[in-house]
């Protein structure tokens, strides 16, 4: 017996949408990239990317606390990657700040350790291949207790400058570069940012064309903010609070297209991330659905549009996996998916890792001592 006419339309229509669905190429889901998670070496931690060797592809570089060392993984551009060639950098690294620190248009980078007064600059000689300069005290002695790392013209100059956090005494350290791969320390250094500063970041806040600090200060429940000069220095701004206890980390982006930098935080005690839009003098307000459930505890963060949208969304890492939320262009941002990893993420960045213009989700794993690299559905 045949099938009613409005089952054989039923059943034809569907057919057909499976088939324009098969054709557009589309998927709803993450997938890891052809040979994920990649050997990254002993528990890595902070990761950045760039193109490090000058061949158009993105790469990845991770800090490997337990070797002493950075791992650098060639990219392919197609999601695929060289396996690893690491670097001497300082005792059990944590953080790293990519920046281009002696004129010669490579990417370099910034090394800190949890328990170290100095920095170290690993030096891009190109091709893929780093050489380590000595170490630069960023704060004159006493107990080390690094928890913060950020590059970036504070001068104007053109030269990558450094800054980096000590939580134990409450202060941050400016070191300006001499565009050679010299670093010497600002006059104002060592900058009183709070009680216990937690990871700290530098974007421009109130469009003067300077860099400004913006310090989650996990003791005093605040977050502070700084306005840059332009020579080196900063002057503090009112703090602000996003109501919830002990703030982590800022992620700082527009998230809702009005041309002004906003922020995203993350705490160390809660799943709940707040998201403050800023007016672009340095004040901030909470956005109407902040806070919200980052349903996992949630270390650091990246924001870029990864559904097609034409809003950013977010990527927060923690909890043994990294969640995907959708951005409304509101300051709003509601779950997508979550992508597992093997044991703790303390650290996520999104950039186009197969040069299909959508970016992936690249974030280390430390006790399985990988890098997991999750390819964007295609749109």
């Not at 409450?170 to 300006?176: A, E, K, R, T, Y």
């Not at 890492?317 to 509101?330: E, H, L, P, Q």
Request: charged share 20%; glycine share 14%.
């Amino acid at each position: 017996m045949g099938l009613p006419s409005s089952r054989v339309a039923s059943a034809l229509c569907g057919v057909m949408l499976l088939l324009s669905v098969a054709a557009c190429g589309r998927s709803e889901a993450f997938t890891p990239a052809p040979g994920s998670p990649f050997p990254a070496g002993a528990r890595p931690s902070s990761v950045v990317t760039s193109d490090f060797n000058a061949d158009g592809h993105l790469d990845i570089l991770v800090a490997c606390s337990g070797s002493d060392s950075v791992s650098l993984l060639l990219g392919d551009g197609r999601g695929g990657f060289a396996r690893r060639r690491s670097f001497p950098a300082l005792r059990a690294p944590h953080l790293l700040a990519v920046g281009e620190f002696n004129g010669d248009r490579m990417p370099d980078v910034a090394v800190s350790a949890h328990d170290a007064n100095d920095v170290v600059v690993l030096l891009n000689s190109g091709r893929g291949n780093f050489l380590r300069q000595p170490p630069i005290a960023a704060f004159p002695g006493g107990k080390p207790h690094n928890h913060g790392l950020a590059a970036g013209d504070l001068t104007g100059d053109g030269c990558a400058d450094i800054t980096v956090g000590h939580q134990e005494n409450g202060i941050i350290s400016v070191l300006l570069g001499d565009g050679l791969g010299g670093f010497r320390p600002a006059a104002d250094s060592l900058i009183a940012v709070g009680k216990a500063p937690y990871p700290h970041t530098l974007a421009d806040l109130d469009g003067d064309g300077r860099l400004d600090l913006i310090v989650p200060d996990v003791q005093g429940n605040r977050i502070r903010l700084f306005s840059g000069n332009g020579s080196g220095g900063f002057r503090a701004l009112p703090a602000v609070s996003t109501g919830i206890a002990r703030p982590y980390f800022a992620i700082t982006r527009d998230v809702n297209g009005d041309g002004k930098i906003d922020l995203i935080v993350t705490h160390d005690d809660t799943h709940r991330v707040a998201v403050l839009l800023g007016n672009g003098r340095g004040g901030f307000r909470g956005a109407p659905s902040s806070p919200f459930d980052g349903r996992s505890a949630s270390w650091k963060g990246d924001v870029a549009d990864l559904n097609g949208d034409g809003w950013p969304d977010l990527a927060l890492a923690g909890g043994g996996s990294v969640r995907i939320f959708d951005g409304d262009g509101r300051g709003g941002f509601r779950f997508r998916t979550s992508l597992r990893t093997r044991g703790e993420s303390w650290d996520v960045v999104l950039a186009d890792m197969n040069e299909d213009k959508r970016p992936d989700v690249v974030t280390p794993s430390s006790a399985a001592g990988v890098v997991h690299v999750f390819l964007t559905p295609r749109r």
